[in-house]
């Protein structure tokens, strides 16, 4: 939802503040933000700020070398049961049946592939990328079952996103001010922590480890040209 409004206020205005970019950008400096999981309450979910820097040999072809530091969190209670007297209560006292917060840092690869839109709307470009990142997952995780146990540990963690976007290039080059690219891109990732999180649990210990499938991959922000090439 915060992505399509961000799109949509960035192609409103647009039009205010310039058409196409004439320069060629050839390295950029990209801050964002990032949301990592299904949007769903009882799923793993993570938000994280991001830096990216990115070359591009051909307007069409970019490589971006990028960071994010992520926050992930879990929290599920038992679903209610009705008791002898029909009334509904929460087993366990209502005590969620696993939850964890943890960091999360994280580098990657992302290759880039664009195409131009122009013909649709003036400076406006759709983009495939495909991230190859690594990092690990470190904090704090509450297994409530039998036995029950709190453990803190740290993890190695990989994946890989394959996403598709929108950017918006703003040339403000009349006014003599820095021009402004918008982006933003939602897709599939692969990360998972329920290994790693099954490798730590009590020796037999009954409990559901629900699956801890991140989903989905959205990110926006903004580039910053730092060298461009006529």
């Not at 992520?70 to 049946?97: L, M, Q, T, W």
């Not at 009590?202 to 499938?213: A, L, M, S, V």
Request: with cysteine.
């Amino acid at each position: 939802m915060k992505l399509s409004i961000s799109l949509f206020l960035v192609m409103i205005l647009s039009p205010f503040f310039g058409g196409k970019i004439f320069a060629q950008s050839k390295l950029l400096l990209n801050p964002g933000i990032s949301y990592n999981g299904t949007f769903l309450e009882h799923k793993a979910s993570g938000v994280g700020l991001l830096m990216g820097v990115e070359y591009k040999p051909l307007e069409q072809v970019g490589l971006e070398f990028r960071a994010r530091y992520a926050f992930y969190s879990f929290h599920r209670r038992p679903s209610p049961r009705p008791n002898e007297f029909g009334e509904f209560y929460y087993p366990n006292d209502g005590k969620s049946i696993f939850e964890y917060r943890f960091n999360c840092p994280q580098i990657a690869i992302v290759p880039k592939f664009y195409q131009d839109l122009d013909i649709f709307y003036d400076g406006l470009f759709l983009y495939l990328e495909t991230e190859f990142a690594v990092g690990y997952m470190s904090g704090e995780f509450e297994y409530n079952g039998e036995p029950s146990a709190v453990k803190r540990f740290t993890e190695p963690i990989s994946f890989y996103a394959i996403s598709i976007g929108l950017e918006h290039r703003i040339d403000n080059s009349h006014l003599k001010k820095r021009n402004w690219i918008f982006f933003g891109s939602f897709g599939y990732s692969s990360l998972n922590f329920r290994e790693n999180i099954r490798k730590h649990q009590p020796e037999n210990y009954q409990g559901r480890i629900p699956n801890q499938d991140a989903g989905f991959m959205l990110n926006f922000g903004v580039k910053l040209p730092l060298w461009s090439k006529k």
